[in-house]
Every structure is written in structure tokens, then in C-alpha cells.
């Protein structure tokens, strides 16, 4: 088994993988926690990031050893769906100066031409691979290598909602407006978290995003198309 | 029928807090809830109140509030300078407060937070199962404050307040209790030992986290982001301390090196600048 345990506070249990961003380990993770969700009534709630899972218990953990030997009981149950299929959503941006005061910089630094950044941003299938940040803050991999770049040594202090943001390796949507540290390169209209429904993000860590490059006019169609209730996001299954 | 609190003068970083929403961490919501669960149970228990139920938090100067029917409210413990219609009032105590008053909160020097708490709390938005305030979409700051009215009779007017004997001064304690995080291991004795000494908290604080004034050397390594919860102290390349509070964020990138019980953080969290303490270290 090349996962370890580790108790975190006095409810908690980390479930680490080695540090890495693999596929394979996001299916393991969301096997694993619906697993242990289903088989271990005592745990409140888990959650994961690319190499570990937080086990949050509902009371405090007074034996974690006899925790841990029921954890990796489960562990070893765990089955790996491959060939499953992902949700592809489409997501419209508009990638233009004036919506995003960053893009002039991160063009200039990384020597690419706007085209070259559509192109190569567009054509890509990002990874969710999981939510954290802010509330509805996607984590996304799959960012074509060329397009990566350092996040900035001093933040932003205001990063505006539906920004779309290169950082690292990475990039991710501004659900909400906010400091932060990464170059917002275009905008999208589309929300991603609203608490007054039921599932308040619409997205979850499996599924892809692309990116869809749209004009200031389209944008503006989109925009008051969602404004009347009339906008759906499309999207595609697609076998990975 | 609810009433309306009329909000005469807004206090600083008031906030409605209630024990906040845990479950929403795998979409990136902070838990929330109250910084002091004690005291904010202690207060809720004296109005025979839910121990859940909303309160209004605020940090050093409180609001002035008026209400326009009947109820019973509970201040904080430390909370001095409060008074009702113009009249001193005692804290840790259940506070008849008659139609048509004006409440002038108070501040304290002992304590960051305060409290008030009103007889089956304050009626709010809720928003994923909690009334407490969700940076970006409940804005507790600005929202409308409301409250059940009682019943005015006899039994109500005369009922003599009490109050409970206190519990000795937060002020003396100056050891806090923290476990090892999970990046516990990685660190080396010149940073154990840097750890021995003692800490205060810097100005820079929030109800997502304290930075500490004092720098710990080192060159753990970089992370990917991981799971972080309420109580744990990170460590930044920097060498800054970072003590994380009930809104922390789901996720974050710096090693977990101790983590404080609820207890423990409840009282840093209410330690005014400057007062020095140390940090006891137990295996967990």
C-alpha cells in the first residue's frame, strides 16, 4: 500500500498519497470516500486535494489505531473505475485586455502572441481535480506546458469574479471577487458557485472544463441571456 | 411576528455567527461559527436559548442598536461600556429590554471578541444550513437583523436577573496547549527550539487567520495544496506563522506544523496584541 494515515486534530485523519497530480489517484480518492462514507457511519465528512484525503469524524478519535486499521480495510476494497466517463463543459471566455488588466503582462512575459494563448487554452481539456481556495474555486490541471508561468511574488488585491487565472500549472476561475496571486489571461460570465441551490457548484473534481473562445459581442449575448434565465452551459461525455 | 432591529451605528467586523457549516468543505466553504464557542454557548444558555443559536459578533467597538419590541439579551463576559437606554448594564447576565430601546455595545480590553446574544436568537439568511456570514454572499454587516418579540407580562417584568459566578480571568493563562501537525515531522531541532520561545500576535488578523509577530527561519520545502482546518499553524517560506481561524480557507499550500484544540484557539483568538504566551507541545 503506498498511502499513509495521520491523525489531524482531534476529529480528523489525513489520508496521503505520494505528491503528485495523477489521474489515477483522483479516481482512487473518489472511490475511496464513497467508500468509507458509506461503510463507516461515525465519519461526518471527507474532502481531498491532488494527494490526500481529510477524514473528518463526527466525534473526537479515541482510538486512531483501531480508526486506521478500519480506514485501510476499506482502502483495500477501494476499486478503481477506469474507462469512466467524464463531463466536458464548454465554458465561454473572452479573452481581452480592458475585462482583465493582467493579460498584457502575462502575454509579455511569456512572449506568446493573444492567438497563441487562445489557441493553445482552447484546445486544452482541463481536469478538475478538486475545490478549495474559495467556495467554488476549481483546481485545474491539464494547462499546456507552454502556458505556464510562476505566480506573481506579490498578490493581486483584487482579483475580479470570473476571472480566468494561470498559475503554475494550473488554471482557475475567480468565482467571486478576491485577492490572489495567479495572472488572469480572460473572463467568463458563467457562475460557479450560488448557495441558494441545492448543489451550489455545478462542476465537480472528474469532470473537464474547456475553454471557448468568445467575442465582446457574444459575451454580451451570453451575458443578458443569463441575466433572463435563458443560458445553459453545453457540455459532452467523453471516455478518458 | 418578527422585529426589526433598527441599526443606529455599525460596530467593527460584526458578523452573525452560529456553529457554521463543516460540511461544505469539498466545495471550498469555510466552516465559520462563533470564535468563542464557550462564551457564545454560555450566553445562549442563559436566555434558555438553542446552544446553536445566531449571536452577533463584533471586534472592539461594538454597535448601537434599537429595538422596537420587548426581548431578553446576554453580553459577554468582558465586554465593558455597554449600556441600555443610557444606563450602565452588567454582563454574563439576562437583560430584560423593553420596547423602544437603544443598546450601546461596548468594547473590551481583554477580549477581541464580544458578544451579544438575544432571547431565540437572531433571525437571518441562512445560507447551506447556517446563519453565519459567507464572505461574497452573506453579508452579515448589512443584512437585516431580526428578532421574536416576547410576550410583556408580569412574570417577565419581575423576574429577577442573577448572574453566574465567573470563571477567573482568560487573561492569566498565557501556555497554550498545541498537538503536532502533519508536517510536525519534517521539522528540524533549530526550529523545535525556536518554537520553545515565546510569541505574540501581530495586527494582522481576521476571523480567517493571525499572523504572529515573531519569524521561524527555515527551509521546509514547497507543497501542493492540501486539506487545512481550523486551529492549525502554518509555516510560510517566509517564516511566518499563521495561526488559521474558523473561516480559513478548505485548502492551502503551507506545511501544517501544529494544530491548537478549539479550546486553545478560542483563547488566542481572544488574545488582545502583544500579550506574550508560549505554545506547550504534546504528542498526540
Sequence with gaps: ?240 | MLAKIEMLKKGVLMSIQDKGRSKHASIGVPRAGYVDTKEAVKLNTLLGNKKSAAVLEWSMLGPKLKFPKPTYIAISQHTVGSSLNGTNIRTREKIFVPADSVLKLGTSREKMYQYVAIKDGFKTENVLSSQSHLVGYLDSENMELKYVPIIEDAFNLSRPSFQLPSLGSNNLVRSMEALPGPEFDLLPKSILDALSNYFTLSNRRDRMGIQFNELVANDLPSMLSVPIIPGTIQLTPGGKMILLGKDCQTTGGYPRILWLPEDALAKLYQLPVGVKFKLKISSQ
Design chain 1, 1 to 240: 500500500m503506498n498511502i499513509h494515515f495521520k491523525a489531524y486534530g482531534h476529529k480528523g485523519i489525513l489520508v496521503q498519497w505520494p505528491a503528485e497530480i495523477k489521474d489515477s489517484t483522483l479516481f482512487e480518492q473518489q472511490a475511496f470516500i464513497k467508500l468509507v462514507e458509506d461503510k463507516i457511519p461515525e465519519i461526518d465528512f471527507a474532502y481531498h486535494t491532488y494527494q490526500e484525503v481529510y477524514i473528518e469524524y463526527k466525534r473526537p478519535i479515541s482510538n486512531l489505531e483501531l480508526h486506521k486499521t478500519q480506514l485501510k480495510e476499506v482502502y483495500k476494497q477501494t476499486q478503481i473505475e477506469f474507462n469512466q466517463k467524464s463531463i466536458v463543459w464548454s465554458v465561454p471566455v473572452c479573452y481581452e485586455e480592458d475585462l482583465v488588466p493582467d493579460l498584457k503582462l502575462y502575454l509579455e512575459k511569456k512572449k506568446l502572441s493573444l492567438d497563441a494563448l487562445i489557441t493553445l487554452h482552447t484546445a486544452a481539456k482541463h481536469r478538475v481535480y478538486f475545490i478549495g481556495f474559495l467556495p467554488g474555486f476549481l483546481y485545474l490541471g491539464g494547462l499546456p506546458p507552454k502556458l505556464s508561468i510562476n505566480r506573481k511574488e506579490i498578490p493581486s488585491k483584487l482579483i475580479k469574479k470570473g476571472t480566468v487565472a494561470i498559475g503554475g500549472k494550473q488554471t482557475g476561475i475567480y468565482p467571486q471577487n478576491s485577492p490572489g496571486g495567479w495572472y488572469g489571461i480572460g473572463y467568463t460570465p458563467i457562475s460557479f458557485f450560488d448557495p441558494s441551490i441545492k448543489e451550489p457548484t455545478w462542476a465537480k473534481s472528474g469532470d473537464f472544463i474547456q475553454f471557448k473562445s468568445v467575442s465582446r459581442d457574444e459575451l454580451k449575448d451570453i451575458e443578458s441571456r443569463i441575466s433572463v434565465g435563458n443560458f445553459q452551459l453545453e457540455s459532452t461525455a467523453y471516455a478518458s
